[in-house]
């Protein structure tokens, strides 16, 4: 689903006919944003394979501070997108980019647009800036207005079954997060166990839901095709809502960080957690934070060497141990 979305968009941009305006459908916080920084490396990029992920203008999309690239996102208190936010957006949307290339405007959790942010943007979707592009990025399509998005196209990477998914793991994900780093070896292995737990209910609700979207193709199928394709199905969404379960526990630890190096709480991604973060931070050094981090990133990527989850969680989590 995702390949045959990207290809959309890259052959949108080799023929010059992208669309002003998308909606990309999947988490703002994992898939639909990768999706979006990709579509942003697309057109800034500076290297002869576009996107090559290592020239200045990919480095800079990807750390959100390319200049010719504007993102708002939800007010934290409010958790509202603000009309103001939306009117600068637009207003810099129409400025010329910096290198007479594109301008890219980006809304992370579009859906939590109020009334008067919604009308904001529906002029611009009405007459879009030339060479702009803006991406609208949500979890849930269905609470922006219609004529919205009547007036983008629309690009979906998961569905609301995966968001209803989150329900499943984000709380308990965010438990075992709350109780890091590990006190000692068995405590390793105990919080190890529980996110394997976690990504066993998933696979199985992701099971549930693939099964329940066969269609009369699939029905005709003879009976070891279909387990094939089901495997295939399953395993797909299965990686895509894991990457988000290693990006929040990426973003926790970089929190962790943060503090530990001393950086302004304000800065934080959880800042409602800070206090529990806070803690977290004084039992760290900043190398220990820091490798932290790279035992999460170990984690997911052995994940995709088929080596048994728990051997993985378990090993990563005991190097965790606090000191
Ligand atoms: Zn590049």
Known sequence: MHAEAWE????????????????????????????AESVLKLLFCEGAEKPCNECKACRQVEAHKHVDNLWIEPQSKSRQILAEDVRGL??????TSFDGGWKAGVILSADCMNESSENALLKTLEEPPPKSILLLVTDSAQSLLPTIISRCQKIVLSEGRAGALDDVWRAPLMNILHEMPP????????????????????KEGISDAVIGELDQN?????????????EARINSRLKEVQADVFRVMLDWQRDVLMLASGVDQDKLLFSNDWKTLTEQAKLHTQGSALKA?????GMSRRLDRNIPALQIFDEAFRKMVRR
């Open 8 to 35: 959309g968009i890259k052959n949108g941009f080799e023929s010059g006919r992208l669309a002003h305006a998308y909606v990309i459908v999947g988490s703002p916080r994992g898939n639909a944003l990768h999706f």
């Open 90 to 95: 637009i207003k810099r949307m129409s400025q």
């Open 183 to 202: 006190t000692g070896g068995l405590d390793a292995a105990r919080l190890a166990s529980r996110l394997k737990g976690i990504l066993d209910e998933v």
């Open 218 to 230: 699939d029905e005709a199928l003879d009976e070891s095709k279909l387990k094939v394709i089901l």
């Open 293 to 297: 981090i790279q035992e999460i990133e």
